[in-house]
């Protein structure tokens, strides 16, 4: 995977931190759905799962309806779990294979919102990357222990896109807790990424040949991907460095 994109967004986020005083931060953990759009969606037939989390900042003593954040995500879109041979010297011998096809992707984003109340809309522009890759795992049948795995393929691809949702309040603790925490909220979101070309594997894309070769029947296409997301949103009332 690329370092430099990597190391650029964590440049530019850490200036974020460098504030002697931040407010009203809010830290979330979400459960993501995953749909491929467009040329993606010609390729992958099935949905995606997976979790994230974020943290979004606001200057100014919270009076500000604008925000920082950051975003990072999991998703898997794709298993296969079959019984294979050990290898073709040992026919007798058979072992459990287990493939995914996964997502991480990270994107730094810029919310609107309005910052007060208990139901708060807003509106998220986004700028990131993501990361595609293919894992093949070897379990034991006795045990389920693992001995072997190969990352089969992997790509990188730069995302951008925008969002919006809305944080009801679900909890607030009394006057009497002395802990930071202001606010908790459920939080409902949907984006829309638009991702450059990568190349990655669908399910079934991998050819295991008798002579013990391998074929991989990759895809390319751009990375269109809608996301909806259900979670979990804290806000804190400050956060001193």
Not at 186 to 210: C, F, M, N, Q, V
Not at 223 to 233: A, E, F, P, R
Request: proline share 4%; hydrophobic share 40%.
């Amino acid at each position: 995977m690329p370092q430099k994109p990597i190391r650029l967004v964590v440049f530019i986020f850490s200036l974020f931190f460098l504030q002697n005083m931040l407010y009203a931060q809010t830290a979330g953990l979400n459960l993501i759905f995953a749909a491929p759009q467009n040329e993606f969606s010609e390729n992958i037939k099935n949905y995606g799962y997976g979790v994230g989390m974020e943290g979004v900042f606001f200057v100014g003593k919270g009076t500000v309806p604008f925000g920082v954040g950051l975003n990072i995500g999991f998703i898997n879109y794709g298993n296969e779990d079959y019984r294979a041979p050990l290898s073709t010297t040992l026919p007798g011998v058979t072992v459990n294979l287990s493939r995914t096809n996964n997502i991480a992707n990270f994107h730094l984003f810029f919310r609107l919102t309005t910052n007060a109340g208990d139901v708060r809309p807003y509106f998220d522009c986004l700028f990131g990357g993501s990361y595609l890759f293919t894992e093949s795992k070897v379990t034991s049948e006795k045990d389920n222990s693992e001995f072997a795995s190969s990352k089969n393929i992997s790509d990188y691809a730069w995302s951008y896109g925008f969002g919006g949702g809305l944080m009801i309040k679900i909890y607030e603790p009394g006057q009497s807790d002395d802990s930071q925490l202001a606010k908790l909220f459920l939080d409902l979101k949907a984006r829309y990424l638009r991702g450059t070309e990568a190349e990655y594997l669908t399910e079934g894309s991998i050819i295991g040949h008798p002579d013990g070769s391998v074929t991989l029947l990759t895809s390319k296409s751009k990375t269109d991907l809608l996301q909806i997301q259900v979670g979990v949103t804290a806000e804190f009332s400050s956060l001193n460095f």
